[in-house]
């Protein structure tokens, strides 16, 4: 039997997704003449088109065709209780029925609130200030660390995402003898030189880089999971030797906990490794639903961003017209106890979700001769995880450990992963990011046995029809 290579089984996909999404395929077609290729954020932009979502409700997304997917993806792996819970729109309403809830410019009553649960479940952390996204968030961080050290250069994991500004967008996925190129039009040509990627779970690179550059680092930003860089844990000593180096040089030491905080328990990663960041950047769990974004830490690093700050230290960190909204404040405070009242019955169940996920995915694949890894846990760590990343390798690996494996074209088939093994969950009836995504409190076992059907049936086919990975 002829095999089927990779384009072949994307046109068939694409095909039948175009035919059974003709309503979406017209509200994309429509939409380009307002908005560039139909929206306002590349990662939710699937080609041929996206569907767009009319409603959604726990585990699940309805869209214009009324098509009712099971979602993983969950909010880019916001929404660790499934998509808009009751009980925080039910709070939400109540506010918008009093007349309150807009964008007043004043710092209203709820900031302090969400800011007092916050640092209740990060014990070194001594004060915060709230923002709008990741991005900024993750930006100010740096800015605070280049003022407070008075250096220039910033260290960033290859393969870690920090958002979509100047000192983030080298070494995020594009794989050149590494990871570390620029990977942005309209920089600043001295970010090349000034940002300095070094090695995830690599002791020695870490080391190395900072015996060479170590009195004019500024700061060390990095994941203690890294996302969208393939769901990997820092190894522990990793992550003391980060904290190390970083006390040595008088480096400031940033933690992004943007996808692990309030992700694997009603706090932050890193203390389950028992280590203690300068800075956190935090983001996606702690609105509750709603654009909120902050960075804790060190009094005495982010005073720098008061008004009571030397001039010639003083870090513009304004965070914006919305920062610190309302509805963001009352969202994210509600959310959060929420997260820290359920905390025995949330993480263990999700927890084990994802874990029955990734060993169930790996054993189906491979029983059909397919070398598939799966990550997000790591059973020697012993946090429970519910994220599930999935990973189409060129050649067996025990083990992935680092982003140069997961966006190496020698070594995974990144096509498969983020189109292909998507399209074909789609069709199923799931709606899947990474590989897989995000467990939560809102998925019941019966979905999750449903999806594991699923991917039986489809390496099944591909079996059959003789599809394999490529470079």
Not at 158 to 175: D, E, M, N, R, V
Not at 402 to 426: C, G, W
Not at 428 to 457: P, Q, S
Request: proline fraction near 4%; aromatic fraction near 12%.
């Amino acid at each position: 039997m002829p095999r089927t290579n990779s384009s072949q089984l994307l046109d068939e996909l694409q095909r039948k997704y175009r035919q059974t999404h003709p309503k979406s395929k017209d509200y994309f077609e429509k939409s380009l003449k307002y908005l560039i290729q139909g929206g306002s954020h590349n990662l939710r932009l699937l080609p041929p088109f996206p569907f767009y979502d009319l409603q959604a409700k726990g585990s699940q997304v309805v869209d214009l065709d009324g098509h009712r997917y099971i979602d993983f993806w969950q909010g880019h792996f916001s929404n660790i209780l499934g998509h808009n819970p009751p009980f925080v729109l039910a709070i939400i309403q109540d506010y918008l029925h009093q007349g309150q809830g807009l964008i007043t410019g004043f710092p209203g009553i709820y900031q302090k609130k969400l800011a007092e649960r916050i640092l209740s479940r990060i014990p070194h952390a001594e004060a915060i200030r709230f923002t709008t996204s990741g991005t900024l968030a993750s930006m100010y961080a740096i800015m605070l660390a280049r003022g407070y050290t008075q250096r220039d250069i910033v260290f960033k994991v290859g393969g870690g995402w920090h958002g979509s500004h100047p000192y983030a967008l080298k070494g995020i996925t594009k794989f050149d003898f590494g990871l570390q190129s620029l990977e942005s039009a309209g920089l600043p040509a001295s970010i090349d030189q000034e940002v300095i990627t070094v090695d995830f779970n690599n002791q020695a690179d870490l080391e190395e880089k900072f015996q060479q550059l170590g009195e004019k680092v500024a700061c060390l930003i990095m994941e203690p999971f890294i996302g969208a860089g393939g769901f990997i844990f820092a190894h522990p000593a990793y992550l003391q030797k980060a904290r190390d180096l970083t006390k040595r040089y008088g480096a400031v030491f940033i933690l992004d906990e943007v996808v692990s905080g309030f992700r694997f328990h009603a706090g932050v990663l890193q203390t389950l490794y028992n280590i203690e960041a300068d800075l956190t950047v935090l983001g996606k769990a702690i609105g509750g639903g709603m654009p909120v974004s902050a960075v804790a830490g060190r009094r005495d690093i982010l005073e720098l961003c008061g008004l009571q700050a030397p001039p010639e230290q003083r870090v513009k960190f304004e965070g914006g017209t919305f920062s610190a909204h309302p509805l963001g404040m009352l969202a994210g405070a509600t959310y959060i106890q929420h997260l820290i009242e359920n905390e025995n019955d949330i993480y263990p169940r999700i927890g084990k979700m994802g874990a029955r996920v990734r060993e169930n995915i790996e054993n189906i694949f491979r029983s059909y001769g397919f070398f598939v890894r799966c990550t997000g846990g790591d059973s020697k760590l012993g946090f429970p995880s519910s994220l599930v990343g999935v990973h189409f390798l060129l050649q067996d690996l025990a083990t992935i450990d680092s982003p140069t494996q997961v966006f190496n074209p020698h070594v995974n088939d990144y096509i498969v992963r983020e189109l292909i093994f998507k399209l074909a969950m789609l069709e199923e009836g799931f709606h899947i990011f990474h590989g897989f995504g995000a467990l939560t409190a809102a998925h019941a076992e019966e979905e999750v046995n449903k999806a594991l059907e699923a991917v039986d049936r489809i390496a099944s086919y591909w079996q059959k029809i003789g599809f394999q990975f490529k470079e």
